[in-house]
């Protein structure tokens, strides 16, 4: 316990540190960048302000949000025993919760703030030079990148200490280990709770002032994108960075943070060797805990080198091609250092839940999760880049209307689910015949790892696409304009890829986190044989579409109020169009704030209230099935459906965005080239106005849904666990059913020397 007290422990926590320090670094050098002259500057400022205004309003709501189930936890951690189950909660688990809320508004803010501070300023680069636009704009993202890495680890590595120290623990596998991992989950809930709703009320946000601005800039006024005379103009830059930036922050912040904390439940409970009392890993048992927290602490700092690689020479060189050299040299320098991490930390031989498996195998499982990251990736750019055969058959398709424009962008998305969902399975099955569902976890864990990475590439989209619209409202030369829709084309599919490996992380995360939630609620597995378990699929099934439709139509009301309201400006405002009166940019503002806090709350309730709502609510309703198995089945259903969903419509809508997108350079359809404002053109603007909502809306909320669920479940799973007197009790009704049916069949034989009975739960296996 020496070693790790005084060691490897505090290592974790100093690399969170580490990595806050680097953001301010890079966050300084941006602040020192030429800002532009003063229309810009003015420009950027309504966004920033509008950006802060937001994240004030939102958090005004989500604090009363915080204390009310803070203090519902403060009061379910004091109790200690539930139908003679003895809980291993405290109260502090409120706390916990409380700073995993605080930490995941943090991680948004400081990516907002420094995209508002990087957009102008990539502005101003790209009116120089297309490499120095990418530099700005990749150093403002690699600001929220390492912020939010860096603030997972510091909060889970230093509460981690805390409660080793609050508790008492000396071993792994002791009550006191189980209940600092269960006071720690509250952290993990509180990350994953503001992550939903800065996700979703972003999301609605954005989407909402984006599609009343297209519908009626674009489409109706024949104006420009965000041209400085469209009313909802400022509103759609501020929507990138309240949704793409400190939405997509916290969604990440809470994903790393449920992937380690998955990891450590179940490596809490694997059995590490001892000779002579003395557990052969020198860290007293408590290696395969510390195990992900460490690789995705030292991931920090590959991350750091990979952003290095990131260079382009000129202006004809290949940005997405710069990035991805960034990102898979993080990933090589992970999976070679991780061989090294896990032969020094784990023991030969290891053991969880009936499976024996070594070290050699645990990191074969996190190469695995590597490849699966890196494959997502791939699969995703493909069904969302320009130029590719899935954006090119949406493009041939607009040439015959917006119908077929929809049909195509419709049809990429579902054909877009197939690989991905491959290499899922594939990841799962090979990463659990390695080491089991530790194997799983630690898999999501090394996909994980390079999250500062995958967030800096993430983040410098939408940074690109706010530069975009400060040059096009400040009226800059053409050439500006073109190297930052160079950078924008390219955040599209990196915002598509982010969102692949997201979602990719959330399925292997729940896996992990469902095989928490067995162990944690006393069973053995979730039979679907069983009526109320089937049932309990179907509606988990059933949650993500009706989650999709409550986000996708609070963008549409938000939206028709959008389009309301800019046409009363053009309509009452006289001299807009010529540039002689400034739009009120403040009114469209307030529609999307107002309407993104007002829709956000019934999706969030949802996610939140469903699995307490099963898993207390048919508590001893069926004799012959547990609550805990019921919810087991719900949470399969919603992690299989979420999944599906999330792919989908991230996917879509990226692919109908790049389409789009396509008609700035021109494009080829039957011979003949087509421009923005051909018919084309048009049909192809409102395929990526159905898909707004599709990419940043309701497909990115996906994987929060499926892990918070997850996590909500895991809380509540020692006030619902099935006791094992409960189950011996059952096991002697069947043993006895069982005998009373042999002897009425045949009397005279001696049941227990012509057959052995084994029950399994609920499950009867007899054997002639």
Same mark, same amino acid.
């Given at each position: 316990?020496?070693? *790790?007290?005084?060691n490897?422990?505090?290592?974790?926590?100093?690399?969170?540190?580490?990595?806050?320090?680097?953001?301010?670094?890079?966050?300084?050098?941006v602040?020192k960048? $030429?800002?532009?002259?003063?229309?810009?500057?003015?420009?950027?400022?309504?966004?920033?302000?509008?950006?802060?205004?937001?994240?004030?309003?939102?958090?005004?709501?989500?604090?009363?949000?915080?204390?009310?189930?803070?203090?519902l936890?403060?009061?379910?951690?004091?109790?200690?025993?539930v139908?003679?189950?003895? +809980?291993?909660?405290?109260?502090?688990?409120?706390?916990?919760?409380v700073?995993?809320?605080?930490?995941?508004?943090?991680?948004?803010?400081?990516g907002?703030?420094?995209?508002t501070?990087?957009?102008v /300023?990539?502005?101003q680069?790209?009116r120089?030079?297309?490499?120095?636009?990418?530099?700005?704009?990749?150093?403002?993202?690699t600001?929220?990148g390492l912020?939010?890495?860096?603030?997972?680890?510091l909060?889970?590595?230093?509460?981690?200490?805390?409660?080793?120290?609050?508790?008492?623990v000396?071993?792994?596998?002791?009550?006191?280990?189980?209940?600092?991992?269960?006071?720690?989950?509250?952290?993990s809930? #509180?990350?994953?709770?503001?992550?939903?709703?800065? /996700?979703?009320?972003?999301?609605i946000?954005?989407?909402?002032?984006?599609?009343?601005?297209?519908?009626?800039?674009?489409?109706? !006024?024949?104006?420009?994108?965000? $041209?400085?005379?469209?009313?909802?103009?400022?509103?759609?830059?501020?929507?990138d960075?309240v949704?793409d930036?400190?939405?997509?922050?916290?969604?990440?912040f809470? @994903?790393?943070?449920?992937?380690?904390?998955? =990891?450590?439940? +179940?490596?809490?409970?694997?059995?590490?060797?001892?000779?002579?009392?003395? !557990?052969?890993?020198?860290?007293?048992?408590?290696?395969?805990?510390?195990?992900p927290m460490?690789?995705?602490?030292?991931?920090?700092?590959?991350?750091?080198?990979?952003?290095?690689?990131?260079?382009?020479?000129?202006?004809?060189?290949?940005?997405?091609?710069a990035?991805?050299?960034?990102?898979?040299?993080?990933?090589?320098?992970?999976?070679?250092?991780?061989?090294?991490?896990?032969?020094?930390?784990?023991?030969?031989?290891?053991?969880?839940r009936g499976?024996?498996?070594?070290?050699?195998?645990?990191?074969?499982a996190?190469?695995v999760?590597?490849v699966?990251?890196?494959?997502?990736?791939?699969?995703?750019?493909?069904?969302t880049?320009? #130029?590719?055969?899935?954006?090119?058959?949406?493009?041939?398709?607009s040439?015959t209307?917006?119908?077929?424009?929809?049909?195509?962008? *419709?049809?990429?998305?579902?054909k877009?689910?197939?690989?991905?969902? *491959?290499?899922?399975?594939?990841?799962?099955i090979?990463?659990?015949?390695?080491?089991?569902?530790?194997?799983? !976890?630690?898999?999501?864990?090394?996909?994980?790892?390079?999250?500062?990475?995958?967030?800096?590439?993430?983040?410098?989209?939408?940074?690109?696409?706010?530069?975009?619209?400060?040059?096009?409202?400040?009226?800059?030369?053409?050439?500006?304009?073109?190297r930052?829709?160079? +950078? $924008?084309?390219?955040?599209?599919?990196?915002?598509?890829?982010?969102?692949?490996? !997201?979602?990719? @992380?959330a399925?292997?995360? @729940?896996?992990?986190?469902?095989?928490?939630?067995?162990g944690v609620?006393?069973?053995?597995?979730?039979?679907?044989?069983?009526?109320?378990?089937?049932?309990? *699929?179907?509606?988990?099934?059933?949650?993500?579409?009706?989650?999709?439709?409550?986000?996708?139509?609070?963008?549409?009301?938000?939206?028709m109020?959008?389009v309301?309201e800019?046409? /009363?400006?053009?309509?009452?405002?006289?001299?807009?169009?010529?540039?002689?009166?400034?739009?009120?940019?403040?009114?469209?503002?307030?529609?999307?704030?107002?309407?993104?806090?007002?829709?956000?709350?019934?999706?969030g309730?949802?996610?939140?209230?469903?699995?307490?709502?099963?898993?207390?609510g048919?508590? #001893?309703?069926?004799?012959?099935?547990?609550s805990a198995?019921?919810?087991?089945?719900?949470?399969?259903?919603?992690? &299989?459906s979420g999944?599906?969903?999330?792919?989908?419509?991230?996917?879509?809508?990226?692919?109908?965005?790049?389409? %789009?997108?396509?008609?700035? %350079?021109?494009?080829?359809?039957?011979?003949?080239?087509?421009y923005?404002?051909?018919?084309?053109?048009?049909?192809? &603007?409102?395929?990526? =106005?159905?898909?707004?909502?599709?990419?940043?809306?309701?497909?990115?909320?996906m994987?929060?849904?499926?892990?918070?669920?997850?996590?909500?479940?895991?809380?509540?799973?020692?006030?619902i666990?099935?006791?094992?007197s409960?189950?011996?009790?059952?096991?002697?009704?069947?043993?006895?059913?069982?005998?009373?049916?042999?002897?009425?069949?045949?009397?005279?034989?001696?049941?227990?020397?012509?057959?052995?009975?084994?029950?399994?739960?609920?499950?009867?296996? =007899?054997?002639?």
């Amino acid at each position: 316990m020496e070693f *790790l007290q005084n060691n490897l422990i505090y290592m974790i926590p100093v690399l969170g540190l580490i990595s806050l320090l680097v953001m301010a670094i890079k966050s300084a050098w941006v602040n020192k960048q $030429d800002a532009g002259d003063a229309k810009m500057q003015e420009l950027a400022g309504y966004i920033a302000d509008g950006a802060m205004a937001f994240l004030k309003a939102e958090w005004r709501v989500l604090s009363i949000f915080v204390v009310f189930t803070a203090a519902l936890l403060a009061y379910s951690g004091s109790i200690h025993e539930v139908n003679g189950i003895v +809980l291993h909660s405290s109260w502090i688990i409120a706390v916990a919760f409380v700073i995993g809320a605080v930490f995941s508004a943090t991680a948004g803010y400081i990516g907002m703030k420094a995209a508002t501070k990087a957009n102008v /300023r990539t502005t101003q680069a790209a009116r120089t030079s297309l490499k120095q636009a990418l530099k700005v704009s990749f150093t403002g993202g690699t600001v929220m990148g390492l912020g939010v890495a860096g603030l997972a680890i510091l909060g889970l590595g230093g509460l981690f200490i805390v409660f080793l120290q609050i508790f008492n623990v000396v071993a792994a596998n002791s009550t006191e280990m189980k209940t600092a991992i269960e006071v720690l989950t509250g952290f993990s809930l #509180g990350a994953e709770s503001i992550a939903l709703f800065a /996700r979703v009320g972003g999301g609605i946000y954005t989407k909402a002032a984006d599609v009343g601005a297209d519908l009626v800039g674009k489409v109706e !006024a024949g104006i420009p994108e965000d $041209d400085v005379r469209n009313p909802a103009t400022i509103a759609d830059n501020v929507g990138d960075n309240v949704g793409d930036v400190a939405g997509m922050g916290a969604d990440l912040f809470g @994903s790393y943070v449920a992937t380690i904390l998955a =990891t450590m439940v +179940l490596g809490q409970e694997i059995i590490v060797e001892k000779i002579n009392g003395i !557990a052969v890993d020198n860290l007293n048992g408590f290696s395969p805990v510390l195990l992900p927290m460490v690789i995705c602490g030292l991931g920090i700092i590959f991350s750091i080198i990979g952003t290095w690689f990131v260079r382009i020479k000129g202006e004809d060189s290949n940005v997405q091609t710069a990035l991805n050299l960034g990102n898979w040299g993080s990933i090589v320098i992970t999976a070679i250092a991780s061989y090294f991490i896990v032969m020094a930390m784990l023991p030969t031989h290891l053991h969880l839940r009936g499976i024996d498996f070594t070290s050699l195998d645990v990191y074969c499982a996190i190469i695995v999760g590597l490849v699966v990251g890196t494959l997502m990736s791939i699969i995703t750019e493909y069904y969302t880049a320009m #130029g590719k055969g899935p954006v090119n058959s949406i493009i041939q398709q607009s040439g015959t209307g917006h119908a077929t424009n929809i049909i195509g962008g *419709l049809s990429v998305g579902m054909k877009s689910t197939v690989a991905p969902i *491959l290499v899922l399975a594939g990841g799962i099955i090979f990463s659990y015949a390695f080491a089991g569902l530790y194997g799983v !976890a630690i898999a999501a864990a090394g996909m994980m790892a390079t999250t500062a990475m995958q967030l800096a590439i993430d983040a410098f989209g939408p940074i690109a696409d706010n530069a975009g619209g400060i040059a096009e409202m400040s009226q800059l030369p053409p050439e500006v304009r073109e190297r930052t829709d160079n +950078l $924008d084309a390219v955040g599209n599919t990196t915002a598509a890829t982010g969102k692949g490996f !997201a979602i990719a @992380s959330a399925a292997l995360t @729940s896996l992990a986190l469902f095989a928490a939630f067995v162990g944690v609620a006393g069973i053995s597995a979730i039979d679907i044989y069983k009526a109320p378990v089937l049932a309990g *699929l179907f509606v988990g099934a059933m949650i993500p579409f009706i989650f999709s439709a409550l986000c996708i139509a609070a963008v549409g009301k938000a939206a028709m109020d959008m389009v309301q309201e800019v046409r /009363r400006q053009f309509r009452e405002i006289p001299g807009i169009m010529e540039y002689k009166a400034k739009p009120e940019y403040e009114k469209c503002v307030a529609i999307s704030t107002k309407a993104s806090l007002r829709e956000m709350m019934l999706p969030g309730a949802i996610a939140l209230l469903v699995p307490i709502i099963v898993g207390f609510g048919f508590k #001893g309703v069926f004799p012959s099935v547990s609550s805990a198995e019921i919810l087991g089945g719900l949470l399969a259903g919603v992690t &299989v459906s979420g999944v599906l969903m999330g792919i989908f419509q991230s996917n879509a809508g990226g692919a109908w965005d790049n389409a %789009k997108k396509s008609f700035e %350079k021109g494009v080829e359809i039957n011979g003949e080239m087509h421009y923005k404002k051909s018919e084309p053109h048009k049909a192809s &603007v409102t395929g990526d =106005t159905v898909g707004d909502p599709f990419k940043d809306t309701s497909g990115p909320s996906m994987n929060i849904l499926i892990k918070l669920m997850s996590i909500v479940s895991l809380v509540i799973a020692p006030y619902i666990a099935v006791s094992s007197s409960a189950e011996t009790s059952k096991t002697k009704t069947y043993t006895k059913k069982i005998e009373v049916i042999a002897q009425a069949v045949n009397p005279t034989k001696i049941i227990s020397n012509t057959k052995t009975i084994q029950v399994v739960k609920d499950s009867v296996i =007899t054997k002639l």
